[in-house]
């Protein structure tokens, strides 16, 4: 891997601290970070490099999933990283920047290929992209690349904006966009099980689909980010990227071959062929649900309305259900659902799938009904693949039965989701980052419903804490002969 400077915006944030350090740090522990790597972290305070690395220290030893090596490992790493103070609008600063990169670069002997990695708000992506592109930081003699995190955009128009002004200092292969659904085990394992198994690529179609199911249900409510998600909702917050993200990758069809550009190219016929709504058909297609008080593992919890800092009257949605099509010749006439939402009863992301049932009756004699086959794949919090079959029970008179055939990844030694992506991003793999075009038509498809949700033409059904979101989501499939997995 070429030898490189990854300059963090944000470096005394959250995430930082969170993520980012450790996902840095075990990626040296694997080997997997380059032999001359910079990382210049950049903030607001006037910290000193050693007060950086203390602090950078202090967040592994808080988040990362290895303990801290010996002092001599250690120190190795932390001398990569170096602080500089810049305020994202002073744009003499980033010449200052530039100067001390190029410092950096000329001491270690690296070549000008530069990371640069935005984990601030996401009022900040323009000026300093901007900034970047005006100072000269852009202009290197080596690569150069810009991760950022969601939000991207808050509706399509701000989305397009953000991305023409992006456009300014980046190419679009020079921009990778975090979605960290993409970074889990089970939703990159997607293709694999799709694609690198002719049984279940042989039945990855509506002949043999009856419906897809995609669930993300918390349990936790809006905690302490009442001001983002008041705003934002499960459809900006959840929906718009992650759900979108999964249902891509579980309708794209086999790619020539197995490349970044190939599979964003399947990914993104899907999201051509998703059909969209008008704001009258959100009244059908969707359900919009707002947690009211209930009990979280036997724990009294309060409504939305009563959390720190949401008004009584918000109208805000924490729960969203819909039925998506895809209208191309793999997906005709098979529904996918998809349901997201906060104080639900179980933490958990998973897929369904479930296969057409043809022999229903085979066993009416017994008065039995066979089950439909379901290939489950849960994503959170385990890493499991299951497979739901009819079988007779010969401890119970042959009588038919359901059973299911699984498979669990051990996670303890699993690398986490930034680690991967980071990883991807510094050797410049862009397959499992969001694409513009996926994004785009991503937002394409939300637009009628936030503006459905603003005219407020959609009710807003309440379902209390700890279930499984409202009645009218359980209406949702049943209109279609269908219940939730
Ligand atoms: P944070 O508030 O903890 O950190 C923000 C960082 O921005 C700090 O380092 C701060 O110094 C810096 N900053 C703020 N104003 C600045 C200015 N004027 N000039 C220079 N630096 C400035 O935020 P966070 O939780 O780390 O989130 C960062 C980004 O990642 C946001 O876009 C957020 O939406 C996104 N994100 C965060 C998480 C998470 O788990 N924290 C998850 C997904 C996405």
């Given at each position: ?209 009856a419906n897809v199911q995609i669930t ?23 929906f718009?990227?992650?759900m979108m993200?999964?249902l891509?990758?579980?309708a ?22 998703l059909r969209l709504l008008t704001?009258e058909d959100v009244i059908t297609e969707v359900v919009r ?31 969203i259900a819909a039925r998506l099509w895809i209208d191309?010749?793999?997906w005709k006439d098979v529904p996918f659902y998809i349901r997201t ?13 479930e ?90 498809w939300v637009?009628p419903v936030?503006?459905a ?5 959609v ?10 979101g409202?009645?009218a989501s359980r209406e949702l499939l049943e209109q279609d002969g269908f219940k939730w997995?």
């Amino acid at each position: 891997m070429n030898s490189m400077t990854f300059v963090l915006f944000g470096a005394t944030g959250d995430l930082a601290k969170r993520k980012i350090y450790p996902a840095l740090y075990n990626l040296y522990l694997d080997d997997k970070l380059p032999d001359s790597f910079s990382v210049i972290g950049l903030g607001r305070r006037e910290w000193t490099n050693d007060i950086f690395q203390s602090s950078v220290e202090q967040s592994l030893e808080s988040f990362s999933r290895r303990p801290l090596a010996d002092s001599a490992k250690m120190e190795k790493f932390l001398r990569a990283f170096h602080y500089h103070a810049l305020d994202v609008g002073d744009t003499e600063g980033y010449k200052q920047l530039l100067e001390v990169i190029q410092q950096r670069e000329a001491e270690l002997n690296i070549p000008e290929n530069r990371l640069f990695y935005l984990s601030v708000a996401p009022e900040f992506f323009d000026i300093i992209s901007s900034n970047i592109y005006a100072s000269g930081l852009g202009s290197t003699k080596g690569w150069k690349r810009l991760i950022i995190e969601k939000p991207f955009g808050h509706d399509l128009q701000t989305a397009r904006e953000l991305n023409a002004n992006l456009s300014r200092a980046f190419e679009e292969d020079e921009i990778y966009r975090i979605d960290h659904y993409l970074g889990k085990p089970m939703v990159q394992n997607l293709e694999a099980l799709g694609f690198a198994n002719p049984i279940l690529q042989a039945l990855w179609n509506n002949e043999y689909i009856a419906n897809v199911q995609i669930t993300a249900s918390e349990t936790v409510g809006v905690e302490t980010r009442a001001g983002y998600y008041d705003q934002a909702g499960a459809i900006r917050d959840m929906f718009q990227n992650h759900m979108m993200q999964m249902l891509m990758m579980t309708a794209m069809q086999l790619p020539k071959r197995i490349s970044a550009t190939d599979i964003r190219n399947e990914k993104r016929k899907v999201m051509d062929a998703l059909r969209l709504l008008t704001k009258e058909d959100v009244i059908t297609e969707v359900v919009r649900g707002q947690y009211t008080f209930g009990e979280i593992g036997a724990k009294p919890v309060v409504g939305y309305k009563d959390e720190p800092g949401i008004e009584a009257s918000s109208t805000n949605d924490t729960f969203i259900a819909a039925r998506l099509w895809i209208d191309d010749e793999f997906w005709k006439d098979v529904p996918f659902y998809i349901r997201t939402g906060k104080r639900m009863h179980e933490k958990s992301t998973k897929i369904v799938i479930e296969f057409k049932n043809p022999l229903k009756d085979l066993y009416a004699h017994e008065d039995k009904e066979t089950a439909p086959n379901l290939l489950v794949i849960e994503v959170n919090p385990d890493s499991r693949v299951s497979l739901q079959l009819n079988s007779k029970n010969p401890l119970n008179d042959g009588k038919l039965e359901t059973i299911t055939i699984d498979f669990s990844a051990n996670l303890d030694e699993v690398p986490e989701a930034y680690e991967l992506l980071i990883f991807d991003a510094l050797r410049g793999d862009a397959t499992f980052f969001a694409h513009w075009h996926e994004v785009e038509l991503s937002w394409k498809w939300v637009q009628p419903v936030l503006e459905a949700f603003a005219e407020n033409i959609v009710p807003l059904h309440p379902y209390n804490a700890g279930s499984m979101g409202p009645e009218a989501s359980r209406e949702l499939l049943e209109q279609d002969g269908f219940k939730w997995w």
